[in-house]
């Protein structure tokens, strides 16, 4: 597969509180992924450089988008973010390629800008100790 732009996402659904799959990829205007690793510094006193081995893996989404009120839109599934304690999957989808994952959302943000957009950001983190794998 050749090199490729972010245009074309195909897929960017996250459960509602009820635990159902709503798709909202077109609500989304621009998001970031990050699967980090945790490092441990286990140099010795023998050692000149740096010696590490790698902890616990991460995972963590910020989705931005166009407030939308619709029923089964974005709107429904984060407005129960600060009252609900369920993990939501969360699945992402570009070029054939999926990352899955349990995450807990922490915040839904509202903005009215000044100039009249209305646009949310919700962060979500990893839930469920699995690690993410993009497949």
Same mark, same amino acid.
């Given at each position: ?9 195909? +897929?960017?659904?996250?459960? @509602?509180? &009820?635990?159902?799959? =709503? ?11 990050? +699967?980090?690793?945790?490092?441990? @510094?286990?140099?010795?006193? @023998?050692?000149? &450089? ?22 089964? &839109?974005?709107?429904?599934?984060? =407005? ?6 369920? &993990?939501?999957?969360? +699945?992402?989808?570009?070029?054939? =390629? ?7 959302? +922490? ?29």
């Amino acid at each position: 597969m050749p090199k490729q732009s972010g245009l074309g996402w195909t +897929t960017c659904s996250v459960d @509602d509180a &009820a635990g159902s799959a =709503k798709a909202i990829v077109n609500d989304v205007t621009n998001l970031q992924i990050s +699967t980090p690793r945790g490092v441990q @510094d286990v140099t010795g006193l @023998d050692k000149f &450089a740096y010696e590490r081995i790698l902890l616990l893996a991460d995972s963590s989404v910020t989705l931005n988008g166009v407030f939308n009120p619709t029923t089964d &839109a974005s709107h429904d599934v984060f =407005k129960t973010v600060t009252s609900s304690n369920v &993990a939501r999957t969360t +699945t992402l989808t570009i070029a054939s =390629k999926t990352l899955a994952s349990e995450l807990l959302f +922490t915040d839904y943000n509202l903005t009215r800008a000044q100039t009249g957009e209305f646009t949310w950001s919700a962060p979500g983190v990893l839930s469920d100790g699995t690690i993410p794998t993009w497949a």
